[in-house]
Antibody
Framework: EVQLLQSGGGLVQPGESLRLSCVVS????????MSWVRQAPGKGLEWVSAISGTGGSTFYTDSVKGRFTVSRDNSKNTLYLQLHSLTVEDTAVYYCAKGEVASTYYFEYWGQGTLVTVSS | DIQMTQSPSSLSASVGDRVTITCRAS??????LAWYQQKAGKAPNSLIY???RLQSGVPSKFSGSGSGTDFTLTITSLQPEDFATYYCQQYYNYPPTFGGGTKVEIK
């Protein structure tokens, strides 16, 4: 059974940093690209970042480039998102999502989500 | 970026009804279209991929159609557990983009 278990959210002040984690099981982690998708309170879904199976390629939506860093440790079956210079606009539930080998950005499996609140 | 426009943004329906949600892409995306269901406080759940292929375990009351720029999600015999928000998403082009969502409420 595929599972994605997230941790690391919380309340931070503007300008601070946070790291999100997503531990996966039930599939060969290193084979699959992974993404982060976020959802601001009461809003729709927004793709944030993606990383290839090897970790050699990373991608970001424009609003987080230079502030967020996606990474993965295939030996630990864990995906990370490091968030820096956070602003109130980054307040959202962040989901990790498993891509497919043939379709990087089709997300069959999602984590349970973790809330990041940026407020002074 | 490809814009995905869903309509309606919300609808009210009764148990047993058939509902149709539409999704329009700002440019052609072939059949690289997915539909997700999201219940309040929960992660999205994949329903359909490749515009019309049902995800494993999803009941056949859900169906998708379309190609190019215009797509539909149809739910037959609406049940209480189907009341949720539904999102379309294109994965044809980078970056992937989602529609604004359609909230299906009980009439």
């Amino acid at each position: 059974e595929v599972q994605l278990l997230q941790s690391g959210g919380g309340l931070v002040q503007p300008g601070e940093s946070l790291r999100l984690s997503c531990v996966v099981s039930g599939f060969t982690f290193s084979t699959y690209p992974m993404s982060w998708v976020r959802q601001a309170p009461g809003k729709g879904l927004e793709w944030v970042s993606a990383i290839s199976g090897t970790g050699g390629s990373t991608f970001y939506t424009d609003s987080v480039k230079g502030r967020f860093t996606v990474s993965r440790d295939n030996s630990k079956n864990t995906l990370y998102l490091q968030l820096h210079s956070l602003t109130v606009e980054d307040t959202a539930v962040y989901y990790c999502a498993k891509g497919e080998v043939a379709s990087t950005y089709y997300f069959e499996y999602w984590g349970q989500g973790t809330l990041v609140t940026v407020s002074s | 970026d490809i814009q995905m426009t869903q309509s309606p943004s919300s609808l009210s329906a009764s148990v047993g009804d058939r509902v149709t949600i539409t999704c329009r892409a700002s440019q052609g995306i072939s059949n690289h279209l997915a539909w997700y269901q999201q219940k309040a406080g929960k992660a999205p759940n994949s329903l359909i991929y490749a515009a019309s292929r049902l995800q494993s375990g999803v009941p056949s009351k859900f169906s998708g159609s379309g190609s190019g720029t215009d797509f539909t999600l149809t739910i037959t015999s609406l049940q209480p557990e189907d009341f949720a928000t539904y999102y379309c998403q294109q994965y044809y082009n980078y970056p992937p983009t989602f529609g604004g969502g359609t909230k299906v409420e009980i009439k």
